[in-house]
């Protein structure tokens, strides 16, 4: 099955770019979805088909895929953003998840 | 606007089985996917299985397989995850979700949390 590899924790100063990898073979033949989730919450999507943005989502967020790897950036990072957040892909009809990478903002 | 309100928390001896609801409002129910996905105490995310609320189609994740049953009524707008044979590490949250075709998964339940504990 296919696997999705994220770092465990990201560190980011407050108003500096956060940058969140999500490796997996072949990953830029998919399409990846981001979702932010906060404590005690339910998880948020912040970015569908690699790139785009749901409406309501700042614009600070932005994705990118290539090759192996998919990239979540967050410009001008805010302790709001302070989260987990997971990728997300399809492997024939079945749906994987990264194992999530803790955003902290200190 | 588009809601999934799942049922309440649940406590489970191994061994027995829980039926988790989720009824959608705000859209057409059998326009998209259910999906349901269930995060274990400090994990993360794992891919359950859907179901087409259209003509009732299920796709299980193959470590489910034989012990979950997705379900759906159409004249209620309504979901159902049915897991079996429980054990002490299917002590998680389940959520709902729905899906756009092989794309996104745009709203999400609150969450069902399930213990399983003798």
């Known amino acids: 099955s296919h696997e999705l590899t994220q770092p465990a924790s990201v560190s980011v100063s407050p108003g500096q770019t956060a940058s969140i990898t999500c490796s997996g073979d072949?990953?830029?033949?998919?399409?990846v979805c981001w979702y932010q989730q906060r404590p005690g919450q339910s998880p948020v999507l912040v970015i569908f088909q690699d790139d785009k943005r749901p409406s309501g989502i700042p614009e600070r967020f932005s994705g990118s895929n290539s090759g192996n790897t998919a990239t979540l950036t967050i410009s001008g990072t805010q302790g709001m953003d302070e989260a987990d957040y997971y990728c997300q892909a399809w492997d024939s009809s079945n749906v994987v998840f990264g194992g999530g990478t803790k955003l902290t903002v200190l | 606007q588009v809601r999934l309100v799942q049922s309440g928390a649940e406590v489970k001896k191994p061994g027995a089985s829980v039926k988790v609801s989720c009824k959608a409002s705000g859209y057409t129910f059998i326009g998209y996917y259910m999906h349901w996905v269930r995060q274990a105490p400090g994990q993360g995310l794992e891919w359950m299985g859907w179901?087409?609320?259209?003509?009732?189609?299920?796709k299980y994740a193959l470590k489910f397989q034989g012990r979950v049953t997705m379900t759906r009524d159409t004249s209620i707008s309504t979901a159902y995850m049915d897991l079996s044979r429980l054990r002490s590490d299917d002590t998680a949250v389940y959520y709902c979700l729905r899906g756009e075709g092989y794309s996104k998964f745009d709203y999400w339940g609150q969450g069902t949390l399930v213990t399983v504990s003798s």
């Open positions: 179901i087409s609320p259209n003509n009732g189609g299920t």
């Open positions: 072949k990953l830029g033949d998919k399409y």
